[in-house]
Structures are given as structure tokens and as C-alpha cells.
């Protein structure tokens, strides 16, 4: 007897795409335009992948990125749908991206002379 089998019954589901939204967008660059500005930062990119967004910032274009957010598609990861990493290691998991840019932000100081 045969058995006929459909091949795209038993094949991985495409992730769907996942891009920043502009809300998103507009925290991320607003963080990384602070930065420019004191002259700690220089560049960023963003990239696509399956199933997730990355948006990278560098010191400068030669180096490898000194942070990396990761945007995954919504219920995919655990800890949240945003990671925080750095030189390839885990800073911050979380749910929301402001919760994931806390330890990146600064805090503003009174500096008396």
C-alpha cells in the first residue's frame, strides 16, 4: 500500500518578518543621537534576519558593534521579544524596548563648578 506524504505539512513555518516599528525607531535613534553628540558613538545599521531585526551601533565603522538590540518576532523568546547584547554576550532580556535600553541610557547629572 502507499502512503503519499506531503512534504510542506512536515517543513519548518517561515517566521513571520519582523521590523521596528516607528515608535521604536524613534527611541533607538533618539538614545544613539545623544551619543553622536558627546561623541561617543558614530555609526549604526540595521539588519533583517528570519524571525528578527537587529539594530547595531558602533564607535566607529571599522570595529565590530559596541551594542546590538534585537527585535524577534512576538512570543518566539521567553525572556521577551528584545535582547540587549554586547561583544556577543546577553546584557538585557526584556518585553518592552525601554525596559532593554535601561542600562545603556545615562542619567543626566548636575555638575556644579
Not at 8 to 34: C, I, T, W
Not at 42 to 60: C, N, P
Amino acid at each position: 500500500m502507499v502512503r503519499l506524504i506531503k512534504i510542506s505539512d512536515h517543513r519548518r513555518k517561515k517566521a513571520p518578518p519582523v521590523y521596528f516599528s516607528r515608535v521604536e525607531l524613534n527611541q533607538l535613534l533618539s538614545l544613539y543621537s545623544r551619543r553622536v553628540i558627546s561623541g561617543e558613538w558614530k555609526d549604526y545599521a540595521i539588519d533583517h534576519g528570519r524571525g528578527m531585526s537587529a539594530f547595531s551601533i558602533y564607535r566607529d565603522s571599522k570595529t565590530q558593534p559596541v551594542f546590538t538590540v534585537y527585535k524577534y518576532a512576538s512570543g518566539t523568546h521567553r525572556g521577551g521579544d528584545y535582547v540587549l547584547g554586547a561583544s556577543g554576550n546577553v546584557v538585557k532580556r526584556g518585553r518592552t524596548l525601554l525596559e532593554v535600553l535601561a542600562p545603556i541610557e545615562r542619567e543626566l547629572r548636575l555638575v556644579s563648578s
